[in-house]
Structures are given as structure tokens and as C-alpha cells.
């Protein structure tokens, strides 16, 4: 593995932030002359540190020799602002580019801003709008103008929020959708799916916003469950004297949920296994309200069970009902116009120019007092909503243009059977296949101004002239070979996603196969992003990727989870419900916040808010800010007591763990090596000292491990336990008797450690580990060094054992001293029993010191024990409680454990609570018996020794 050159000291004075009261610390001197703030201040540090990395960015090196790994930033909207979803994905990303980075790879972190088409017109039209002026008084050439004037001084507000962060991207790559480069991009795509015959133009159905008049992509559709009413109409048949089927002879029975598109009905529909209505097949029935008669056809795509089982066929404003009518070869008249108006010659005069749903209610009543109106119930629907405008999606038919996608699909399907892609987690490889095998024709044109402008031409008769593909930057109009002709340029754009598809190449250069970044970092190596878009974003990537590069556009999908609010429900603003990360920041702080969404993100799932992680987020900082205080406060007392050495004198070590207080120049040893120095030197090392080493080695290979497998909540929850527990809990409490001695093994073994520990939480955590690494006596930020790695030679298997069993001894020290209602801090006499208690006494100034107890050989009269890993623990009773009094209190506690049991199991054991309750609720109680039974079951075992 390519490493780094040797660790620099700094010049710099540190920041400070919040104090903790880790046990770890609690011995420090009151005198502070370590130089390093109390506490850790992320408002100070945290801005200090992402300036740093804005304005000297990560810049990778197309000519670098080191392996790539590539992230490219999922591009947010020029118009947004930055929300947990934002949060959690750059976070991610961030930590796995790092971590890479760290590890000898030349790893890009790209970053970009996607146009927005519909949003970004949407914003401009609406100032427009409030200067009593709209986009056609001033053309396209100056609404452009003007688009462009609020991107410069409006747009792109995000990219400070995600600056904030601290998120290690190439700032110098910097991309937008509607640069040139990629805007070029966009045009040979296009080009090259017409000469293919893919991309066509043609009359299908569409999702229209009658507001922003454009067609929409499911993308931009928020679907929302809304109550309605489905509507049981009588069509009568054309013979009378037909047997009935759902209704009474000589009709049959349909159910809509929308009645005002009745006059564009061109058929009924029902399947062709229902035998209720196979005698019907062929016969035709009256539209109610008009004169005109539509055949009932059968097929399989009606329901039998939904509604009464026949459906009134509307081709032109239904996706489903358009293939039937396609199947069947229908008529597609409409009846609603672009205005959302009642409009045809199929419309009755007393609905002609209604608003759709002022319709409804008319024709409804004209149904009801005509006789056809049988019945109406509430009902469910899930109605689309423009996510722009937020105006109920029409879908019409019209002439648009379309990309055949289904070869595209297909050619990624190949790509999944083959292995040239991974998704994470694997279950939605059956997601991404089921999409692409049922996929339809995509409608890539757009009714906009704001956006790549279709590069097509129509002449006077409508004949389509589309740039060559050998020569695609020219237009047509320029073209000499039609220089005969009058050509006008298609005025629509394309959809926001035919851009965004090309995001993984066109950022490196693409179509410039030959470019340096295309060479070196294509194809990308992971995607981060939301499953939500998998079908929208993601597919639509894949199939471009292999379209037009012939490979994969990255090697695996790491699919998070949407980020829900506390009761897990999807944030919005309409339910008030919304967190900013923003505030998040400023609660908690970066580092903390950034430990909550790497520590929520498992699997897949869906996140729901937790500020305790954010707390834990932001006490796992002071921990850490303490122990490195405590590591270079020690280090302080043995140079000032003089163990020390002169300055520039002494061997390797010496200098290494004086540096972090004096000597901040010249190239002290790496942390590894001073590990491996030590190490090679048992007499240096105590117990303490030798099981954090091994413990270490342990951890870095997992943490390492779960990096790589691309699971950042396991990663960090690994880290968490051995830097809060084994290292700042149990060994600074184990070291500090030879911390007080100064001892050079166990001060460098602290300070090696701590490093090794900033370097594997430096991804996620950049501005407390970048701070501390500082304070420890380095020049170069630590984002730059290398990252650890495993040694067999620093694993200990017997230290492991022996200190297992001091932990084991202090742990049933601790539960007798419970047992016994004595306060922590209380000093116990124990006794030890069993094979491993000459461990113990061998070690004992860490059992006695961590556990507040005295070894003492043997202990008169009764005695309470208790027992861990095959070690028995023995404390009196007399002389240090009551006995009878003693006993009657655990009777009583007793019975108050069996009372909570009881009551929480009660409420598991009802059907209704269990129904009805929240998860995280049921979850509780579920908690509750079992750590009850667990306390009972343990008491139960005290008493029985009596």
C-alpha cells in the first residue's frame, strides 16, 4: 500500500469546545499547561477547519499512479437548501472518501448542482410574477438572461451548507448540469439515441401540470393518499333485452373515480375469466349523459375484484387505460385541455369550459338526476401531485418526445447477471430488475424555457431534422446541407433527468473518451444515494452508462434509507414536521451530527430521527476532547519532572511522546511504528498496555473490515464501544498508575493509540480528530496521513485473556457492591477465588483502583459472592450490612420486580395495545421484561445463598 511521507509537527495554537465528566479525566492537574483548550468548541473549531478544506480542497491527480476511487455527489437542485436527506448522504459519502483517501487510493469526491428545470422556472416566474410580467413578455433570450442573473446571486446555497459539513470534495471540479461541458454531453446523447432509432417523436400519454404547463417525470409526482368517492354508473346496453350481469337486465354496472371523463369513454372493460360478463363481450352500451355507443371488450389487465369488475376504458387520460386502448386499437379522444378544462366536441354544452373538478361535480348531478348514478362510498386514492406546483397531475395524450428504453434495460440487466454491479443492501437487486423488466418508453421533452434545449428541427410540412452523429455539435440550421430549407428549432427542453443520467461520465469528460479524468476515474467505483430514486435516478444511470460507454457506471449502489421524523413519518412541510440540519449543527455540532446519521445508517432502512444520537454524538466528542487533554497533560507532568530527556536527545520513543509538548519540529516516528517499537519491548509494557495494543490490532481490522463491506453504521459503532469503553473507560483507569511513574511504555502507548483511534474516526468525525491530531503535536492535518492497519505482531492473545479477567473481577466487584446498596466510591474488602485469581493479584492496583476495592486474602463470617468468567468474587456481610434488614429489602425488591414484569408482559399480551402502540413503544416493553428477568433472575441467585 502507497504511504504517506513522514508526520510534520504544527505551528498552530489550537481551538477549544464542551467539558465532559469521563471518568478518564478525572485525575488531571487542575493546572492546565498542556496548551489545549478544557473543552472542545465546535463553533470555533468546526468553520475553521471546513474554511481550510474549501480553500485548499482535496484535488485529485488524474496522473497519480495510486488506484481511484470515485464518488460523484448526487447533484442537489441550484435550488435547495440542504435537508437530512442532503446530511446523511454527503456524510456518508464523505467518510467513505476519506477513509479511501487515508488508505492509499487517489479518491475523487466530486461535486456538482443539477439545473432543475421545473423548480428553478418555478422560482424565476414567480418574481416575474410579483413584477406583473411573465417569461412571454420577455422572450426566451431575456427570461434566460434572467435565470441565469438569480443562478449567479441566489442559486447554490447548498454548497455552503454542505462546506459546513466538511465534506472533502474537489472543489476545483465543481460541475453543473447546464455547463458547457456537460451540456454537450446532453446533445451527443440525444443524437445518438436518434440515429439508433431510440429516441422518437410521438402521441402518448403524459403527466401534465396545468400550472406550470410542462410534462412531469414520476420524479417530479408526490404521491398523496387523499379520500374520494368511487362512483357505481348505469351504461345501458345497446339490446335491452340482455340477461343482466352486475346490474339488472339490458345493463351493465361500472365504478369510476372519475365521472367527468365519461364523454371520452371508448370502451368497457372487463376481464376475459370473469364469466359475470363473458355473455356481454362484443354487445355495446350507451355513455350515460350522450347518445354514443362503446363496445365491451375483454382484457387481463382489469381487476375482477376492484369496484364491480368492469372498468370504462378513457385512453387519453389514463396510463393504463391507453394500453388497453393500444391493445385494442382505440380512439384516443380527450376531453380535458392543457388548462385543465372541460373542452371537446364530446362534451355536453352545459359542461363545455368547467374546470375538471368544478366538472365533477356537475356532470355528477346530471348522472344522478338522468337515473344513471347508482351509488357513491368513500374511497381511498393515491392522487399525483406536481411536486413543483403542487396542483393534482392530468394525464393527456400528447405529441412529445419519447426514448425507447427497453434495449437500454436490457443491457443492464446483463450487466446485473454478470456481476458488474453490486447493490447494497442485495435486496434491492430484485427492486432494480423488477423496474427495468416492466419499464415503459420515457418522455424526455419538457414545456420549459429553463433547460438543454431539444437539438431537433422542423421544416414547414413538420419533418424532423436532428444533428448527425458524425458531426452532432452543428444545428441543423446551420447546416449546408439544408440551406434550401426554412427550419424551426423545437422550443422544449429536456427532461432534467436526461442530463442528470449522464452524471457519472459527463462531469469527467464524456464524450471526450481520450480525457484525463474520463481515463482515470471512470467508471466510478460507488454511488451513495437514497433507494427512493433507484428507479428514477439510479436505472436510468445504468442504462445510460452501458448506452453509451459500454460499461457500468459504478461498481456497487450503496442504498440508504429515507430519513423520517421522530414518530416515522416523511418530513414536509405541510405537516410542520421538518428538522434542519442547520440548527442540528449548531445544537450539537458537526462532528456530532455526523456521528448520529453514520451511527443511524444500517441495512437500509428507513432512519428515524433520534436527537438522543445526536447527544451521544456530542459526548462522544468531549470524551474523546478529555482523553487527548489527559494523554498530553501526563505527557506534560513526566517532561516537566524531567523523564524526558533534553530536547533533540533520546531514542526514537522519547522524542515521539515528547513531541506532543515540545519539539514541534523536525519528523517524529509514525504512531505505527512507535507501536511496533514498543511492542518489541514487553519490559516497556504493562498488562494494561499490552491488551489495548492487541485490542487495537482487533478493532482496526473490523473497523476497517465494515468500511469496505460499505457498512458505516457498523464501522462507527465498532469505534464507539472500544474508544468509550476499553480505551477511555478501562485503560486510562488501568495506566494511570504507570501513567504516574511516567512510564514510557504506557506514555507511549497512550498517545500512539489516541492516534491511531483519531485516524480510523477522522471520516466521520473530520474537526475533532483534525483538532486533536494538531494538539498532539502534528503539522500535517491528519486527512492526509495514512490509514492503519492490521499487525499480527501487535496481537496479544494471553494479555487479552489476563485482562479479561481483571475486567471480570472489577465487574463482580461492582455487582457486589450494588448487591449491598454501597455507593460506587465506597471502599469494599474481597476476597478472590478460583484458578484465575492469580491474574488478578498479579494486577491487583488496577482492580483496586478502578473498582474502589481491597484485596484481602480471606474474609471472616458470611459472605456474598458473585461470579464472572469462571472468577469468584467474595465480600462480608457482617460488618458491612445488616443482614436481616438487608434480606428484607431484597424481598422487597423482589417483589417490585415480579410487579413490572407482570405489568409489561400484561401490556404485550393485549391484542388492542399491541395493535395500536408505536413500535419504538412495544419495543420498550419488550426491554423492560427482559431486563427485569434478567435483575430478578440475579437476585433470585444472591438470595438463594441464604
Not at 816 to 834: C, F, H, S, T, Y
Request: hydrophobic share 40%; with cysteine.
Amino acid at each position: 500500500m502507497t504511504d504517506h511521507t513522514p508526520e510534520q509537527p504544527h505551528d498552530q495554537t489550537p481551538d477549544a469546545p464542551t467539558a465532559d465528566t469521563a471518568s478518564s479525566t478525572d485525575t488531571a492537574a487542575s493546572a492546565d499547561t498542556s496548551g489545549m483548550p478544557k473543552s472542545f468548541d465546535p463553533a470555533t473549531a468546526e468553520p475553521k477547519w471546513a474554511d481550510r478544506w474549501f480553500r485548499e480542497p482535496f484535488r485529485a491527480d488524474a496522473s497519480s499512479s495510486k488506484p481511484p476511487f470515485t464518488i460523484m455527489i448526487p447533484p442537489p437542485n441550484v435550488t435547495g437548501n440542504l435537508h437530512l436527506g442532503h446530511a446523511l448522504d454527503n456524510t456518508l459519502i464523505d467518510t467513505l472518501i476519506r477513509f479511501k483517501r487515508m488508505a492509499g487510493f487517489e479518491a475523487l469526491y466530486l461535486p456538482g448542482m443539477d439545473h432543475a428545470g421545473i423548480s428553478t422556472q418555478v422560482v424565476v416566474e414567480r418574481q416575474l410574477k410579483a413584477e406583473n410580467i411573465t417569461r412571454f413578455d420577455l422572450g426566451r433570450e431575456k427570461f434566460l438572461e434572467r435565470v441565469w442573473a438569480w443562478k449567479q446571486e441566489s442559486g447554490g446555497q447548498i454548497f455552503e451548507q454542505l462546506r459546513r459539513l466538511g465534506v472533502s470534495a474537489d472543489w476545483t471540479r465543481e460541475r453543473f448540469t447546464m455547463d458547457d461541458l456537460l451540456s454537450r454531453a446532453v446533445r451527443h446523447q440525444f443524437v445518438r439515441l436518434y440515429s439508433e432509432g431510440l429516441a422518437y417523436r410521438g402521441e402518448r400519454i403524459v403527466n401534465w401540470d396545468v400550472a406550470a404547463q410542462t410534462t412531469l417525470s414520476e420524479l417530479e409526482i408526490d404521491r398523496e393518499e387523499r379520500k374520494g368517492q368511487m362512483t357505481t354508473l348505469r351504461y345501458m346496453l345497446a339490446d335491452p333485452a340482455t340477461p343482466a350481469s352486475n346490474g339488472e337486465a339490458g345493463e351493465i354496472l361500472i365504478a369510476t373515480v372519475r365521472p367527468e371523463t365519461i364523454f371520452a369513454d371508448q370502451a368497457i372493460a372487463v376481464h376475459p375469466d370473469d364469466e359475470r360478463f363473458r355473455h356481454l363481450v362484443g354487445l355495446q352500451a350507451r355513455i350515460p349523459l350522450t347518445k354514443r355507443l362503446i363496445p365491451i371488450i375483454a382484457d387481463a389487465a382489469v381487476e375482477m375484484g376492484f369496484g364491480v369488475g368492469a372498468l370504462k376504458i378513457t385512453p387519453a387520460h389514463d396510463p393504463t387505460d391507453f394500453e388497453i386502448g393500444e391493445r385494442h386499437g382505440l380512439a384516443r379522444p380527450s376531453v380535458i385541455d392543457l388548462n385543465g378544462n372541460l373542452t371537446s366536441d364530446l362534451v355536453p354544452d352545459a359542461f363545455q369550459g368547467m374546470e375538471r373538478f368544478a366538472a365533477r361535480k356537475a356532470v355528477l348531478k346530471a348522472l344522478e338526476e338522468d337515473g344513471a348514478l347508482v351509488e357513491q362510498k368513500d374511497h381511498v386514492t393515491a392522487i399525483g401531485l406536481s411536486e413543483r406546483t403542487k396542483v393534482p397531475v392530468e394525464p393527456i395524450v400528447s405529441t412529445q418526445w419519447f426514448v425507447n428504453v427497453k434495449p437500454l434495460a436490457q443491457r443492464v440487466l446483463e450487466g446485473l447477471d454478470a456481476g458488474d454491479m453490486q447493490l447494497i443492501p442485495d435486496r434491492y437487486t430484485k427492486v432494480n430488475r423488477d423496474w427495468l423488466e416492466n419499464i415503459r418508453d420515457w418522455n424526455i421533452s419538457r414545456q420549459l424555457w429553463w433547460g438543454h434545449q431539444i437539438p431537433a428541427w422542423y421544416d414547414e410540412d413538420g419533418n424532423v431534422y436532428v444533428p448527425s452523429p458524425e458531426n452532432p455539435d452543428l444545428d441543423c440550421d446551420q447546416d449546408a446541407r439544408y440551406a434550401h430549407l426554412t427550419l424551426r428549432r423545437d422550443p422544449d427542453v429536456f427532461d432534467t433527468w436526461f442530463s442528470s443520467n449522464l452524471w457519472p461520465f459527463s462531469t469527467l469528460g464524456w464524450p471526450d473518451l481520450d480525457a484525463e479524468d474520463f481515463q482515470k476515474f471512470y467508471p466510478t467505483q460507488v454511488l451513495v444515494t437514497g433507494y427512493d430514486i433507484l428507479f428514477f435516478w439510479v436505472a436510468r444511470m445504468q442504462m445510460a452508462a452501458y448506452g453509451l460507454t459500454d460499461q457500468a457506471p459504478f461498481g456497487r449502489i450503496m442504498l440508504h434509507g429515507l430519513y423520517l421524523d421522530e414518530k416515522g413519518q416523511k418530513m414536509s412541510k405541510s405537516k410542520g414536521n421538518g428538522i434542519d440540519p442547520l440548527a442540528l449543527f449548531e445544537t450539537y455540532g458537526v462532528d456530532a451530527s455526523r456521528f448520529a446519521f453514520a451511527f443511524l445508517s444500517t441495512g437500509g432502512q428507513d432512519i428515524r430521527h433520534d436527537p438522543r444520537r445526536f447527544e451521544q454524538g456530542r459526548n462522544f466528542a468531549n470524551k474523546l476532547w478529555n482523553a487527548a487533554r489527559f494523554a498530553v497533560l501526563n505527557i506534560q507532568k513526566a517532561d516537566d519532572a524531567g523523564l524526558l530527556g533534553e530536547s533533540g536527545s533520546g531514542d526514537d520513543l522519547t522524542r515521539y511522546v515528547r513531541h506532543a509538548v515540545r519539539e514541534r519540529t523536525g519528523d517524529p516516528i509514525r504512531s505505527r511504528d512507535a507501536l511496533a517499537q514498543v511492542r518489541a519491548q514487553p519490559d516497556q509494557l504493562t498488562l494494561a498496555d499490552r491488551w489495548i495494543i492487541s485490542r487495537l490490532d482487533a478493532v482496526t481490522r473490523e473497523v476497517t473490515a465494515h468500511l469496505d463491506a460499505l457498512d458505516i453504521g457498523a464501522a462507527i459503532r465498532a469505534l464507539y464501544s472500544f474508544t468509550w469503553d476499553e480505551f477511555c473507560d478501562w485503560y486510562i483507569e488501568a495506566a494511570k498508575p504507570a501513567l504516574q511513574e511516567g512510564r514510557l511504555g504506557t506514555l507511549v502507548t497512550v498517545k500512539a493509540v489516541l492516534e491511531h483511534i483519531l485516524k480510523m474516526l477522522h471520516p466521520v468525525m473530520p474537526f475533532i480528530t483534525s483538532e486533536l491530531y494538531q494538539n498532539l503535536g502534528h503539522r500535517r492535518q491528519i486527512a492526509v496521513h495514512t490509514w492503519p492497519e492490521g499487525d499480527d505482531t501487535l496481537h496479544d492473545e494471553e494479555a487479552t485473556r489476563a485482562f479479561e479477567t481483571l475486567r471480570a473481577a472489577v465487574s463482580a466487584a461492582r455487582s457486589l457492591k450494588n448487591e449491598l446498596g454501597m455507593a460506587p466510591q465506597e471502599r469494599l474488602n474481597v476476597a478472590l477465588d478460583g484458578e484465575r485469581a492469580g491474574v488478578v493479584l498479579d494486577n491487583r492496583t488496577i482492580v483496586e483502583g478502578i473498582a474502589r476495592v481491597t484485596l484481602v486474602d480471606a474474609l471472616d463470617g458470611r459472605t456474598l459472592s458473585a461470579v464472572e468468567a469462571g472468577l469468584t468474587v467474595l465480600a462480608p456481610l457482617e460488618g458491612t450490612v445488616d443482614i436481616a434488614d438487608w434480606l428484607g429489602k431484597q424481598k422487597k425488591r423482589l417483589a417490585e420486580l415480579d410487579k413490572q414484569i407482570n405489568q409489561a408482559q400484561g401490556k404485550l399480551n393485549n391484542a388492542g395495545f399491541v395493535a395500536r402502540a408505536p413500535q419504538d413503544v412495544i419495543d420498550e416493553e419488550r426491554r423492560r421484561v427482559t431486563d427485569f428477568t434478567a435483575q430478578k433472575e440475579r437476585l433470585q441467585a444472591v438470595l438463594a445463598q441464604f
